[in-house]
């Protein structure tokens, strides 16, 4: 008895070890994750990547402006939290809109949030480092400068929304200054994409009223494409804007309640 009673002892033992070495193993892959940020990239090659991102495809971003956005890569802090290795990348898909961004999302989403003076500094360094682009109306600067200033209002209205978010809304497409009038969070896509992926849903869609409060049939942004074509030809090298929607299902910011 007293052997049986000892090797239930030591039974009992090894099971508790291996409970509390499973829960920090976890514990610990679930912060490297973190560290390692969305991408799945360790902080020492996030600049690295995302500079060879941008200089693959510059786009409207000069070689100064890419410099800049690198750079922002040798904060770690600010590249995870950003989730910056994605984030340069939804400009570039030829295919989708939806699925860089939410991609970009997911992983934003599940980092730690950003410190607001990290932010700010980032925004002015931005405004500096591509000047030029601002001044000339770049699609690709703005959208970057929208993400870096708005960031609290992704967090707040896209993250506990992303997976209900239909970034083919018509109403979503505009121009740069409709959404930074709005002060809406906005991306910079490919035309091509965007009319590969959302052509056919609008295709027999009425377009959204116009100022003179009657539908319009035209589809400026993807006339001439075909539904379900696999190609848009003429489009591709030319960006637009589309805006992050408000938890309303407007494209309007939403407003505090006045307190009584």
Known sequence: MAFLRELMSILMVSIWVGTVMSATTTATNALDVSQKGAA????????DAVAQSLAANPGEL??????????????????????????????TSKDSISAPIKAWMKGMCAAPACVP????????????GCAAEM?????????????LTTYQTIRT????????????????A????????????F??????????ECGPKIANQPSPETKSGKNSTKHP?????ASGSNTVDGLLGKPIVIALPAPNGSAKPTKPAKSS
């Open 40 to 47: 799945g990239l360790p902080p020492s090659s996030m600049a």
């Open 117 to 128: 003076a990290s932010l700010t500094s980032a925004g002015e360094q931005f405004k500096t």
């Open 221 to 225: 942004l993807c006339r001439g494409t």
């Open 62 to 91: 000069s070689g100064a402006c890419r410099q800049t956005l690198a750079g922002f890569a040798k904060d770690e802090a600010l590249a995870v939290c950003t989730n910056l290795h994605q984030m340069v990348q939804i400009r």
């Open 174 to 185: 505009g121009h740069i200054k409709k959404w930074t009038k709005k002060e809406r969070p």
């Open 135 to 147: 001044q000339s109306g770049s699609m690709d600067a703005a959208a970057f400068y929208s993400i």
């Open 187 to 196: 991306f910079s896509v490919q035309k091509a994409a965007y009319c590969m």
């Open 157 to 172: 209205d896209g993250c506990p929304n992303l997976e209900k978010l239909d970034l083919c809304d018509q109403t979503l």
